[in-house]
């Protein structure tokens, strides 16, 4: 692995392998939310009942907002354009969205391990989500390009 070092203007040195270990883990998290939110405006209709089966209001607009941060802020992670922005968007809407969707605690108990498995992975994913926003994109990222880190 080629150890050149870079410092960032934030002052974090980094080496080529923790960037391509960043790039590698930008797009791995995204791949998560990109795909999610391609399937929701194909089955924008569905996403929609979905969401109003939870007892939430505006559903139509629930199901746009999920859109937008899992497509668009789900590229801008996958790029690293304003990353810490977009890591912070996205996990703050999994927190959100994790409560809701995965309350295992309120499961009948043939759904309490499969919620609380989708409980805790998600909650992980928002701890990858604040590392991003702690330690920026790496080098190889738009950000790193405009000097944006």
Do not use: C
């Not at 270990?21 to 999610?36: D, K, N, S, Y």
């Not at 498995?117 to 330690?135: E, P, R, S, W, Y």
């Amino acid at each position: 692995m080629n150890t050149t070092t870079m410092t960032h203007s934030t002052g974090v040195t980094t080496t080529t392998g923790q960037d391509a270990l960043a790039l590698a883990g930008r797009a791995l998290i995204a791949l998560l939310f990109i795909p999610a939110g391609f399937s929701k405006i194909g089955g924008f209709a569905g996403t929609a009942g979905y969401i109003a089966s939870k007892g939430l209001p505006l559903p139509e607009v629930a199901a746009a907002i999920a859109i937008a941060v899992e497509l668009g802020l789900g590229l801008m992670l996958l790029f690293g354009w304003r990353t810490r922005l977009a890591a912070l968007g996205i996990a703050l809407f999994t927190v959100v969205a994790t409560f809701i969707f995965h309350n295992f605690w309120a499961m009948p108990a043939e759904q309490v391990m499969q919620q609380q498995q989708a409980f805790f992975k998600n909650i992980a994913v928002v701890g990858g989500l604040l590392a991003f926003m702690a330690f920026g994109p790496g080098r190889w990222s738009l950000d790193a390009r405009t000097g944006r880190h």
